[in-house]
């Protein structure tokens, strides 16, 4: 699996303040998890991951870094994981599959990610509910229009839509993602925009760099 510009982005945009127990929630790679543990440097961060070849990977990963002790994952699903684990997460993550439905292709690792036969998002946001604590934050980055439809979910489950950023791959371009927080409590939206790119392959604007600089050895 290759690390991609959605788990860059949630793993750099999610809120880290004051959040000491942190869970990644089909972390794949582990990457976003790995940047949490560099973002903050007492946070303890629990993963879950239920694909054996990503778990086997994510887990050599997070070996390899300075945060090691730090990082704690798990070969479960979600759903199981919820069942057992108390729910007291200051901050909990997830980049999650998107496509509910379309034809599957030949290649089952990327149908893994990119569809909701695993986690389906009502399952997602049950186990959200349950181990997110009070004052708790859970970040999430989905295409816009799954966005959508994934606030509307959430109010089903009273998980709030406090914080929205709009991600733009060019300033010519249609909205392609959508970054959002949930709380448990209700409080005013923000709502902010970011343009990934000004002109062509790898010419970044001054928000992307600011946001992600410190996780990319050349930029």
């Known amino acids: 699996m290759k690390v991609g510009t959605d788990g860059v982005l949630l793993g750099a945009w999610a809120d880290v303040a004051n959040a000491h127990k942190m869970l990644d929630i089909g972390t794949g790679t582990g990457v976003i998890a790995i940047m949490l543990a560099q973002r903050q440097e007492t946070a303890q961060i629990h993963a879950v991951e239920v694909e054996e070849n990503a778990y086997q990977q994510a887990l050599a990963n997070m070996a390899a870094t300075p945060w090691a002790s730090r990082l704690q994952l798990f070969h479960t699903s ?6 057992v684990q108390e729910g007291d997460y200051d901050l909990m993550v997830s980049n999650p599959p ?30 959200v509910r349950r181990l997110l604590s009070k004052e708790g934050r859970f970040c999430v980055i989905l295409p816009y229009i799954e966005g959508l439809r994934f606030q509307e979910m959430a109010d089903f489950y009273q998980l709030h839509c406090t914080k929205v950023t709009e991600v733009f791959p060019k300033a010519d371009k249609p909205v392609e993602r959508l970054l959002m927080q949930f709380e448990k409590q209700a409080r005013p939206l923000e709502k902010d925009q970011l343009i ?9 604007t001054e928000a992307y760099i600011e946001l992600t600089k410190a996780f990319y050895l050349n930029m």
């Open 78 to 83: 979600i759903q199981d994981f919820a069942k």
């Open 196 to 204: 990934i790119q000004y002109e062509g392959s790898n010419h970044w």
């Open 98 to 127: 998107f496509f509910s439905g379309g034809t599957f292709s030949d290649k089952q690792d990327r149908n893994s990610v990119r569809h909701t036969v695993k986690l389906p998002h009502g399952d997602l946001l049950q186990a």
